[in-house]
């Protein structure tokens, strides 16, 4: 049997030699220097990866576990974090009650846009890392007990930008919900229309708009929910013809960034501008929710809304 001996090193009960000449200058010894703490850089990379996300905000590092089940809201300065469309849906469905539509709908690069890289790349690189094929999902789901139309955006594929994929997904769960006479949700994120698509994407904001008309006169709800950012072409079209608008705490709203409007109009903007309680304070909003309680509002603001309608029928239980 092999024996180890310990040394005094490894036992951390050596003594280090002092490197300090005495200041009384008699050449003996004097401090013994002190020993360096490893940088906190170093220190950091023990730990393991994936089991901590630093707060976007405040700096605070959140176990992962206790991240996920706040749904990526910071515990400590309540920071909202960008969510993904699907663990947004799964935070506000019932299990298996999500019926996805259109789930194979995927752009076509129609005007061969070629930039730094061609958009057919772009598509296929968001694609590939998103594991979405464009920037909504929509389908027909429950909530508590109503069934609702609903479509979420996701900010991590091509920022959310409206193409004709956007606008076509979102035009055919809108229809689809007139049809069946439900209500409907929209939760956007998005830096406005998609470049790559020119003109293609601008005529999204008249046919999502279009068939939320037909929607509302069939006097159906439409409850849009503003998370952040929420800005441009799709703020200038079905996010804020909500019969309800919502918006999550410190979300930036608006149509042109802060900078142009300040280049534009040549005044100072105020404290505030462009973020969810702003738009509260002057009515743009009606209410500002958090992502924890977004879902018993959302059904909450359902049973208003569709007092006295003959609901649709449950489907069976399990
Ligand atoms: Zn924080």
């Given amino acids: 049997m092999a024996t180890t001996s310990f040394t005094k090193k490894m036992l951390g009960l050596h003594t280090v030699k002092p490197d300090v000449p005495s200041p009384l200058g008699n050449g003996k010894p004097g401090f013994a220097k002190k020993l360096k703490l490893a940088p906190s850089k170093s220190k950091r990379k023990d730990i393991p990866e994936g089991l901590w996300t630093k707060c976007g905000k405040c700096g605070t590092m959140v176990f992962d576990k206790e991240w996920d089940e706040n749904l990526k809201v910071c515990p400590y300065c309540q920071y909202h974090s960008p969510i993904g469309a699907r663990e947004r849906i799964h935070s506000l469905v019932e299990t298996c009650t999500f019926e996805e539509m ?17 958009y057919k790349s772009k598509l296929e690189d968001y694609q590939k890392s998103t594991g979405l094929k464009d920037a909504v999902v929509t389908g027909i789901c429950r909530m ?25 997904k979102l035009t055919r769960l809108i229809e689809r919900a007139t049809e069946k006479e439900l209500p409907l949700i929209i939760v956007s994120t998005s830096g406005g229309a998609r470049m790559y698509e020119g003109m293609f994407s601008l005529m999204q904001m008249a046919k999502t708009c279009a068939a939320l008309a037909y929607h509302a006169k069939a006097r159906l709800p439409y409850i849009s929910v503003l998370t952040h950012p929420t800005t441009a072409g799709v703020m200038a079209s079905y996010a804020s013809v909500g019969d309800l608008i919502l918006a999550e705490p410190g979300a930036m ?18 404290p505030g501008f462009q973020t969810a309680e702003f738009l509260l304070d002057r009515g743009l909003i009606d209410a500002i929710i958090p992502r924890k309680e977004l879902k018993s509002r959302l059904i909450e603001y359902l049973g208003f809304l569709t007092v006295g309608r003959v609901r649709a029928p449950l489907p069976a239980p399990e």
């Fill in 102 to 118: 259109d789930a194979g709908m995927t752009s076509v690069d129609m005007l061969e846009f070629t930039g730094v890289a061609s």
């Fill in 144 to 168: 508590g007990e109503h069934r609702a139309g609903l479509g979420v955006m996701d900010f991590s594929f091509l920022g959310g930008s409206m193409g004709s994929v956007v606008g076509e």
């Fill in 253 to 270: 709203i608006g149509f042109a960034g802060p900078r142009v409007i300040k280049d534009t109009t040549q005044a100072e903007l105020p």
